[in-house]
């Protein structure tokens, strides 16, 4: 496994951190934590673009983050649940794991001096 898909990883789970915090924070020093947070965050984010390409890293991370705050609005704030979320979320996965496959199809030719 390429070290960057675990620096997606963590900056994809350091988002979902700092999103939750934009809903409970209630005093002056929560935000401190929340900017800690992003700055690692974004810490992460750049390590994953050093060795995988920008645009996937950020689709992942997008997707994901997306994802979810969708289900932490469900879950924890309770946000609804509807089919059309459901479908437009899982068709965002779809495009997210796409782009993946595709990208992963160009280094392949590539490797074999296609293009």
Do not use: Q, R
Request: aromatic share 20%.
């Amino acid at each position: 496994m390429n070290k960057g898909w675990i620096f997606v990883a963590l900056t994809s789970f350091f988002e979902l951190f700092w999103i939750f915090g934009f809903n409970v924070a209630s005093a002056w020093w929560h935000w401190v934590i929340i900017v800690a947070f992003i700055l690692v965050d974004f810490h992460f984010l750049a390590k994953a673009c050093e060795s995988l390409p920008t645009g996937t890293v950020y689709a992942v991370f997008a997707g994901i983050g997306t994802v979810g705050t969708s289900l932490m609005d469900v879950f924890y704030f309770g946000g609804s649940l509807s089919g059309g979320k459901v479908f437009f979320i899982v068709l965002l996965v779809i495009g997210v794991v796409s782009l993946n496959l595709a990208d992963k199809v160009e280094e392949e030719k590539k490797a074999k001096g296609f293009v």
